[in-house]
Structure formats: C-alpha cells, structure tokens
C-alpha cells in the first residue's frame, strides 16, 4: 500500500486527519499504527516547551556535532521541501509499543497537546538537532512532522 500525499497548513489540519483515520479506520503503509503515530508525535509536540529528552553517550556527542555542523542546512532543506526523509532515525524513547485498541485515546491526548502547544507563549527549547528556533519554526517543523507521519495511515474510506 502506498502512503497519502498531505498537505497541513496547521496543527488543526493533523487534528482533523487524526480523528477522521479513527473514525473510517485506516490501513497501514508502514509499521507504526494510529497510537503510535500520535504518541510518538505528541512527545515531539511536548519538547520544544518542556525540553528534550537527554540522549546518552555517543548519541547526545553525535548529535551535538551534527547540530554545529549540519544541523542548520537539515533544518532549512525540510522547512523548504516541507518534508522528511521516511526512514529517518527519531530518539528511541519515542517510538511507542502501543495496542491499537488505544487509538481513541492517544487521538483525545494528542488534541489536548495541540491545544497547548498553540497557546504556548513562552520560550521554546532549542532542539538537540537543529538548535535554537523560533516558535513559528517548530509549529512548521511539527505540522511537516505530522504530514510525514500521518501519511503513512490510508483511510479506509479512501481506498
């Protein structure tokens, strides 16, 4: 099965692609099922405000160096190509072992962090990858994230 093409213009776009896959069903083009996706992202959502997960030793060194060397560039390419690459590395403490018999819940979960992460008005934690950014940086960082994520679950109703 072959992944959607989405295009969010915001956070509230992934809502709504959110509740529509619980609603019709979906069907898998990757690995990862609805709670997955949306715990793996609503953590994702969680880091620019409350701060990121400390990787151990070497990946927080290997990280660090790619932030001071081509972090930046990554940043602008997938901020310009609105897109990641699939197959990407993502911190392991993300990735979630979740029954899709959940999935109503990690949809009313990843709402809730929407809706804070919109009303967000304070500083933001820069990113062990891409470094410091502005707020409007990671809400398009988040909402290219989604994209990528969600693409990879078809609607039932699609098909």
Not at 11 to 20: M, P, T
Not at 26 to 55: E, I, K, M
Not at 108 to 133: A, C, D, I, N, T
């Amino acid at each position: 099965m072959d992944r959607r093409q989405l295009e969010f213009r915001n956070l509230d776009d992934a809502v709504q692609d959110a509740r529509r896959l619980l609603q019709s069903g979906y069907q898998q083009a990757g690995n990862w099922n609805l709670s997955q996706v949306l715990g793996h992202c609503t953590d994702w959502l969680s880091f620019p405000l409350d701060g990121y997960p400390r990787p151990m030793f070497p990946i927080n060194w290997l990280l660090w160096m790619a932030k001071i060397t081509v972090g930046g560039g990554m940043r602008k390419k997938i901020l310009r190509d609105r897109a990641f690459k699939p197959g990407s590395p993502t911190m392991p403490v993300t990735v979630k072992s979740t029954d899709p018999n959940q999935d109503a819940i990690a949809v009313e979960q990843f709402e809730r962090m929407v809706e804070r992460f919109k009303r967000h008005r304070g500083p933001v934690h820069g990113s062990p990858l891409f470094g410091k950014m502005t707020y409007e940086e990671h809400a398009d960082l988040q909402v290219i994230h989604l994209q990528h994520h969600l693409s990879f679950l078809v609607p039932k109703s699609v098909r």
